[in-house]
């Protein structure tokens, strides 16, 4: 009898155990919308490496390129329901519950790397409540992903004034960015990152915004010939991990992963402006014309955008206010 309740015990202990062992065992899911070429996809990659190595694969992460599961705009309620445990979006992708986020897109407001590392830094007046929103929507913000300033493409020449993109379709990935080109006189078209290619080619639009570092992942010097480089805002990228299954984490798998996303975060941030000009550079040599506005040609852009700023803080209340001061200061 002894030796019976002894095996019983024995084994009892030893299940504890394995269940004890399994429930250590961690799987991220990461849905990204862009080609794992790109500097967002080889961000992931680098948070990949550093969760695996120091967690010693007792957390794996699966990576699901070009919008294998969800498309950018989908990835918010995704990850907030819980349907995946992360993904990442563009920030502009929140602007329905927190019209906040895009105080980024303001033209014009954060136009210097200077300026932008100071407003996405953890902790930092912008972002510090614009993290602290996008919590509340079920979904908990690990790391930003820079992706750098706008830029206008085209075909057959520059987009140099608000003249040109006057009754023209122009791809837009964002509310604000739109408010933008119809105060400029052009009809924007809500487009996904991962449908720019065919809708360039086929014509959907006339003009294309993007992130230069954008035209080199999805070749789009294929169907356009000419770069503006506007920078009138600052494209950002967010990786967010569902709050429920963060709070469900073991704390030591917490510390590797927030660990490895500040890695990845300081790191994408230090090679921006090295990956725009190598965007660049390659654009230049797939046959594109780069060019870069005049002063006056800025200031009037600048002199149009002013409803811009008007239509946010109608729409972003007491928090849009609160960012948009605090970008504002970070110039002084």
């Known amino acids: 009898m002894k030796l019976g309740r002894l095996f019983v015990g024995v084994a009892a202990g030893l299940a504890l155990s394995v269940t004890a062992a399994l429930a250590e065992k961690t799987t991220l899911r990461i849905s990204l919308q862009l080609p794992m070429k790109s500097h967002l996809g080889q961000n992931l990659q680098l948070f990949k490496e550093e969760v695996e190595k120091n967690s010693n694969g007792n957390i794996a992460v699966e990576i699901y390129d070009s919008a294998q599961l969800y498309k950018d705009n989908e990835v918010p309620q995704a990850v907030g329901s819980g349907a995946i445990e992360m993904g990442v979006a563009s920030?502009?992708?929140?602007?329905?519950?927190?019209?906040?986020?895009?105080?980024?897109?303001?033209?014009?407001?954060?136009?210097?790397?200077?300026?932008?590392?100071?407003?996405?830094?953890?902790?930092?007046?912008?972002?510090?409540?614009?993290?602290?929103?996008?919590?509340?929507?079920?979904?908990?913000?690990?790391?930003?992903?820079?992706?750098?300033?706008?830029?206008?493409?085209?075909?057959?020449?520059?987009?140099?004034?608000?003249?040109?993109?006057?009754?023209?379709?122009?791809?837009?990935?964002?509310?604000?960015l739109g408010t933008w080109i119809e105060a400029a006189g052009g009809a924007p078209t809500l487009i996904s990152g991962s449908e720019q290619y065919i809708a360039y080619q086929r014509g959907t639009v006339d003009v294309g915004m993007t992130g230069v570092s954008g035209v080199k992942s999805r070749n789009l010097w294929e169907v356009m010939d000419t770069i503006t480089v506007t920078n009138n805002a600052d494209i950002e990228f967010i990786v967010v991990v569902n709050k429920d299954f963060w709070e469900g984490l073991p704390e030591e798998h917490k510390e590797i992963i927030q660990a490895a996303a500040l890695k990845a975060e300081n790191t994408v941030r230090d090679e921006m402006s090295s990956i725009e000009a190598a965007a660049f550079d390659a654009a230049k040599e797939n046959g594109m014309t780069v060019y870069e506005p005049t002063d006056e040609e800025i200031a009037a852009w600048k002199a149009a955008a002013q409803p811009v700023y008007d239509q946010y803080l109608q729409a972003s209340g007491e928090l849009g206010q609160k960012v948009l001061e605090a970008a504002r200061g970070l110039q002084n």
Do not use: C, H
Not at 103 to 111: D, E, G, Q, R, S
Not at 148 to 174: A, E, Y
């Open 91 to 176: 920030l502009t992708r929140y602007v329905g519950d927190i019209p906040a986020v895009d105080v980024f897109y303001m033209p014009f407001l954060l136009n210097s790397e200077d300026l932008v590392r100071k407003a996405v830094a953890p902790g930092s007046p912008v972002r510090g409540p614009i993290d602290a929103a996008i919590e509340e929507t079920g979904s908990k913000v690990l790391w930003w992903q820079a992706y750098g300033g706008v830029i206008l493409l085209s075909n057959g020449g520059p987009i140099k004034t608000p003249d040109d993109v006057k009754g023209k379709k122009v791809r837009v990935f964002g509310k604000t």
